[in-house]
Every structure is written in C-alpha cells, then in structure tokens.
C-alpha cells in the first residue's frame, strides 16, 4: 500500500516564478494539508483540503494556493516566488479531516534563487 | 539527504539508556498531541499520540506525558537504540486532529555508541 507521495522531490526555480507541487494522498484517505519546513524549523501549516475545498488556513499570503481533485490528489501553487520559500513543502493525508491521524509524504524540495 | 537538525535543541544520550524528550505548547484549547519523528530527507513520521482527557499514552518503547496545567508534553523512549537518531517534534492541534497541525521547534536525538 503506497503512502503519501509528492512530486517533484527537487526542484529549482527562479525569483518571480511560479511553480506547481503534486500529491497524491494514502490510499483510502480523503483529506491532505500542505506545510511547509524551513531548514532547522518544524513544518507550519499552509490548508487543508477536504471535498475539494479549502477548509482551513494558515498564515500565508494569497501567493500561495491549492486544489484538490476528485481523486483527492492536490496540487499547491506558489506565485512570484521569493528566495524565502526556498524550504522542503510537506504534504500530509488524513482521513474525515484528520481525526484518524496523518500521513506525511517525504516532500519536495523547493530552491529560489 | 539535508539535515533537519540545524540550530535545534540537542540531546545526546548512550546506547540503551532512556531518552526524555520535552516539549511546551501553546494553545490551551488544543486538544490532541502528537509526537512525530523526522529522520534527514524524509517527512515525518507518527510515533504517538494522545487526547487531552489523557495524561499518559505508552506504546511500544515509547511513553508521551501531557501536562495541561503547565501545557507540557513529553516522549519518553526506552532502550534508546540508533535507529532512534532524529528531530523530534511535537504538535497540537485544537481540533481533535481536524485542524491544522501546529509544530513545535524540535529537538535533535543523537544516540552515542
């Protein structure tokens, strides 16, 4: 049974662009937030998905945002990157919103430079 | 991998002995505790939970404590072996694990032969 995964695991961009994670949730779940994990710090919460809506949020700016499909896959954008979202973005899975715990993926590593 | 360890509180404790790892949070209406541990290029992983109408939760080696006068939280780990070299971190959630998780600053465990 594959659990969470996320694509890319690396990846470069540039100051202004913008770029597309993937993830695709545990088998059997329904739900997946989005963190993000600055080197040295722990993981802070982005959204959550759930029915393909975003049902909470954390403090980030509108540049940032997501989608979930009817598969329950997600996507999270980032526009106009800055060199200070150079961290690893974490995508967790849950099912009915997290009640019966979470499942992380492994990440993605996202540069600007 | 990188490391998620840098600038993090560090314990360093011998091969067999017992490792405490400790933790304050900060919502007093959080309601669900997790321990979580993060070995270097991967996302973390579900070690423990517990709810706040509990005090003690022990499962396999491990032991979380919550304290919800002084909102402190704790993992024990017994026989600590190296495979338990890793960031710890705790989080909270006021949502009986529905809302997003917050994240505590980690601690390193390295685990001396």
């Known amino acids: 049974d594959a659990g969470v995964t996320q694509s890319p695991t690396h990846l470069i961009k540039t100051r202004g662009q913008q770029v597309t994670l993937r993830c695709s949730p545990k088998s059997g779940h329904d739900t997946v937030s989005w963190y993000q994990q600055a080197l040295g710090q722990g993981p802070q919460f982005i959204f959550q998905y759930y029915e393909e809506e975003e049902r909470q949020r954390g403090n980030f700016p509108d540049r940032f945002s997501g989608h979930q499909f009817p598969n329950y896959s997600s996507e999270l954008n980032v526009n106009a990157l800055l060199l200070g979202d150079s961290a690893l973005y974490l995508c967790?899975?849950?099912?009915?919103?997290?009640?019966?715990?979470?499942?992380f993926g492994s990440g993605t590593r996202l540069t600007v430079v | 991998g990188e490391s998620v360890g840098l600038h993090l509180p560090t314990l360093s404790v011998q091969e067999g002995d017992n490792s405490i790892i400790n933790c304050a949070y900060s919502n007093s209406a959080s309601d669900y505790f997790i321990w979580y541990k993060q070995e270097s290029g991967k996302g973390p992983q579900f070690i423990i939970d517990i709810r706040s109408n509990m005090d003690k939760r022990q499962g396999q080696r491990v032991t979380v404590l919550l304290n919800k006068t002084v909102k402190h939280l704790s993992l024990q780990i017994a026989a600590t072996q190296p495979g338990d070299s890793a960031v710890y971190f705790c989080?909270?959630?006021?949502?009986?694990?529905?809302?997003?998780?917050?994240f505590g600053k980690g601690t390193h465990l390295i685990i001396q032969p």
């Open positions: 989080a909270e959630s006021p949502g009986g694990g529905a809302d997003g998780l917050t």
């Open positions: 967790a899975s849950s099912l009915d919103r997290g009640h019966g715990g979470y499942t």
